[in-house]
């Protein structure tokens, strides 16, 4: 049996890697950085996607061998000027409580009329240190006013995907994933990395 090549996910959120682990299966061998020893957490003090997936990738990239994939993501919300964007695992104020972000969002949401909104994920490719490649994605839709669903994570039980009636929560995770932002970034990185024969 061939060997898979290895694309380590420059992560520790387990939601992340499986969603990844999931659309790769049978193409990549995906890990993140939980199954290496003494690597360090790589602090997001960019103010832009790219920039705190630029960070991760690079960081984690000078202390292992081979690909290293990092995404940054989140939603965007037109009647919030873009809000919580960069700052979407922590707009409830702590980090990765997406109980207490998706209690603000929907305190903020209260009456507003446009309910447009899109999750963009960005995604950095690094080998060694030095950036290769990066790719977006986003997908768009709108928020409804109430949880719904009990799949997926994140802001995922309120954003209902454009030409569908459920929330990303309500839907089967292979739907998700092959409309999701980080799905259509995650096709740009697999069909770059078939070019360029890793």
């Known amino acids: 049996m061939t060997k898979l090549p290895r694309l380590i996910v420059a992560?520790?959120?387990?939601?992340?890697?499986?969603?990844?682990?999931?659309?790769?299966?049978?193409?990549?061998?995906?890990?993140?950085?939980?199954?290496?020893?003494?690597?360090?957490?790589?602090?997001?003090?960019g103010v832009t996607f790219l920039e705190n997936a630029r960070l991760k990738a690079l960081g984690i990239s000078r202390l292992v061998e081979g690909w290293?994939?990092?995404?940054?993501?989140?939603?965007?919300?037109?009647?919030?000027?873009?809000?919580?964007?960069?700052?979407?695992?922590?707009?409830?104020?702590?980090?990765?409580?997406?109980?207490?972000?998706?209690?603000?969002?929907?305190?903020?949401?209260?009456?507003?009329?446009?309910?447009?909104?899109?999750?963009?994920?960005?995604?950095?490719?690094?080998r060694g240190g030095v950036e290769e490649a990066n790719f977006e994605g986003t997908v768009e839709g709108v928020l409804v006013d109430e949880v719904r669903g009990a799949g997926g994570f994140g802001y995922d039980p309120l954003f209902v995907p454009e030409g569908y009636g459920e929330t990303f929560s309500e839907l089967p995770g292979e739907v998700k994933n092959s409309l999701s932002h980080r799905g259509r970034a995650l096709a740009k990185v697999v069909g770059w990395l078939g070019e360029m024969g890793g």
């Not at 992560?11 to 360090?40: C, Q, S």
């Not at 965007?76 to 209690?103: F, M, Q, R, T």
């Open 11 to 45: 992560t520790r959120n387990a939601h992340k890697t499986g969603e990844i682990r999931a659309m790769l299966e049978g193409r990549y061998e995906v890990v993140d950085v939980t199954g290496f020893e003494g690597l360090p957490e790589i602090e997001e003090t």
């Open 68 to 126: 290293v994939l990092s995404d940054d993501s989140g939603l965007e919300v037109d009647a919030l000027g873009g809000a919580p964007g960069v700052w979407s695992s922590s707009y409830g104020g702590e980090e990765g409580n997406h109980a207490l972000s998706i209690e603000r969002l929907l305190r903020e949401m209260a009456g507003q009329e446009d309910r447009r909104a899109r999750f963009r994920c960005t995604m950095v490719l690094a």
